[in-house]
């Protein structure tokens, strides 16, 4: 009898969570059908990479994880984007790290290059000091994960700190399977 009420009770939660995401979707939807384009042009602006442009991210699904290296929320999400990233990189799927800093003592690069460091984050992180990616995006949380096609088009947002297993977690996880096998 527990079982059933766990169930019944974890499935009430699932249904209240994507109606609240298909509204919060559907109203960035409004705003915003396409990804920006990025905001950071030099070298300087990227770790892990070279300055990258949407252009030929085309034909990857991205997830764009606004994020600050100081946000507890942050922190306790990354555990779960290593996981994605290490299940569906190799399938056509790239993590976009923005880092949005919330205080000024978070704008420094070598502060954030260590935070990376210390965390093994090997996705790109883009430098988003001045927040013109996060007002682009219409952004007002962190941690933030916008999900693009591989046109470039948002499919969704989600906010919140996400662990491996958790509602949000499974969701976007299925509907990355789902993005990576259209063409």
């Given at each position: 009898?527990?079982?059933?009420?766990?169930?019944?009770?974890?499935?009430?939660?699932?249904?209240?969570?994507?109606?609240?995401?298909s509204?919060?979707?559907?109203?960035?939807?409004?705003?915003?059908?396409?990804?920006?384009?990025?905001?950071?042009?030099?070298?300087?602006?990227?770790?892990?990479?070279?300055?990258?442009?949407?252009?030929?991210?085309?034909?990857?699904?991205?997830?764009?994880?606004?994020?600050?290296?100081?946000?507890?929320?942050?922190?306790?999400?990354?555990?779960?984007?290593?996981?994605?990233?290490?299940?569906?990189?190799?399938?056509?799927?790239?993590?976009?790290?923005?880092?949005?800093?919330?205080?000024?003592w978070?704008?420094?690069?070598?502060?954030?290059?260590?935070?990376?460091?210390?965390?093994?984050?090997?996705?790109?992180v883009?430098?988003?000091?001045?927040?013109?990616?996060?007002?682009?995006?219409?952004n007002?949380?962190?941690?933030?994960?916008?999900?693009?096609?591989?046109?470039?088009?948002?499919?969704?947002?989600?906010?919140?700190?996400?662990?491996?297993?958790?509602?949000?977690?499974?969701?976007?996880?299925?509907?990355?399977?789902?993005?990576?096998?259209?063409?």
């Open positions: 009898m527990v079982d059933v009420k766990i169930t019944f009770f974890s499935l009430l939660w699932l249904m209240v969570l994507m109606t609240v995401m509204s919060v979707c559907a109203e960035d939807q409004s705003r915003l059908d396409y990804a920006p384009p990025f905001a950071a042009v030099n070298s300087e602006q990227w770790i892990n990479t070279a300055p990258l442009d949407l252009a030929q991210l085309r034909g990857k699904v991205l997830l764009l994880n606004v994020w600050t290296f100081d946000c507890i929320n942050c922190k306790r999400s990354i555990p779960w984007l290593k996981k994605i990233y290490a299940d569906y990189q190799h399938r056509g799927f790239e993590i976009i790290g923005v880092h949005s800093p919330e205080y000024e978070e704008k420094s690069r070598s502060a954030v290059l260590e935070s990376v460091r210390q965390h093994d984050i090997d996705w790109p883009m430098l988003d000091d001045d927040h013109s990616y996060w007002k682009s995006l219409h007002k949380y962190w941690p933030a994960f916008y999900l693009v096609d591989k046109q470039g088009r948002i499919v969704g947002k989600f906010i919140g700190e996400t662990h491996a297993g958790d509602y949000q977690a499974v969701f976007v996880e299925q509907l990355i399977d789902k993005l990576l096998l259209r063409k």
